[in-house]
């Protein structure tokens, strides 16, 4: 997360004391970051635009590092703040 927030042009777009959203225009990319905290494992999501075959896609990458069951949760929390603060931009 430090190495992301130290690299130039990149934005901290919304931190809290376990969360941190960053986004990096210059490459196209949005991460969510979960930092680990009593049993809750750090997590990561990491979306980047991506052009092929002539159309814009969204590729999009996690990872945990924790057991099965606690990264679900986590990273469904991830998702599920994502739908939320998308929605407005969604027909």
């Known amino acids: 997360m430090a190495t992301l927030e130290a ?3 990149v934005e901290v777009a ?3 004391p376990t969360y941190v959203e960053v986004s990096d225009p210059k490459r ?3 991460w969510s970051l979960w930092k680990a905290r009593g049993a809750q494992p750090s997590a990561y999501i990491c979306r ?3 052009q092929e075959d002539g159309q814009v896609k969204i590729e999009m990458f ?3 590092h924790g057991q ?3 990264c679900d ?3 469904g929390r991830l998702l599920a703040e994502q739908n939320r603060r998308t929605a407005p931009f969604r027909p």
């Open 28 to 30: 196209l990319m949005l």
């Open 14 to 16: 919304r931190k809290t």
């Open 62 to 64: 996690a990872e945990c």
């Open 7 to 9: 690299e130039l042009g």
């Open 48 to 50: 980047k635009i991506v």
């Open 73 to 75: 949760g986590v990273v």
């Open 68 to 70: 099965t069951a606690q």
